[in-house]
């Protein structure tokens, strides 16, 4: 009766493994085809709705580049902070036509754009203007944008805002 007890133990201790590796191995299956739910916007998609945005921007058509982000979009921006905050479409029609009234030659030239993951997109790029009193203004500027649904909902830019012109370098 011993033996037929430790056979009956043996049995049970393959049996747990067994379904133990059936149970890893079906996870793990599982967790490999599991695709996501997110739309994947297509690279050329998102390269497109940049050019579109910077061709609104260089014409000073605020409307229609304010309508390219989502209702409420995140920002972060020297020119507001070092803290990210939320803007409408008609706060960034309001922002760009401020900017257009200080500088109304303003123009964006794109040096370079890298597409980044399924909803990221980064364009390195030059603003340019002058202003009323002919002061010119050249800055080098690099935004991350997120796009999500053929919208852009995250303008992150980055820009160099401190004037160390008077300093003895």
């Not at 998609?45 to 995140?74: C, G, R, T």
């Not at 030239?109 to 010119?136: L, M, Q, R």
């Amino acid at each position: 009766m011993i033996l037929s007890s430790q056979k009956l133990t043996f049995l049970n201790v393959l049996m747990m493994k067994n379904i133990l590796l059936l149970f890893i191995a079906s996870f793990m299956l599982l967790a490999c085809n599991t695709k996501s739910q997110e739309s994947k916007l297509d690279p050329t998609e998102k390269e497109k709705i940049v050019k579109q945005y910077f061709e609104y921007f260089n014409k000073h058509q605020w409307k229609e580049l304010a309508d390219m982000y989502s209702p409420v979009s995140d920002f972060k921006d020297p020119s507001f902070g070092t803290e990210m905050i939320t803007q409408t479409r008609k706060q960034t029609i309001e922002k760009y036509a401020q900017l257009n009234a200080v500088f109304p030659d303003l123009h964006d030239e794109v040096v370079n754009v890298y597409p980044s993951d399924e909803k990221h997109i980064i364009v390195e790029f030059v603003s340019t203007g002058t202003a009323a009193d002919s002061t010119k203004f050249k800055l080098p500027i690099c935004t991350i944008f997120t796009i999500e649904n053929g919208k852009i909902t995250k303008d992150f830019t980055y820009f160099d805002n401190f004037d160390d012109s008077k300093s003895d370098k």
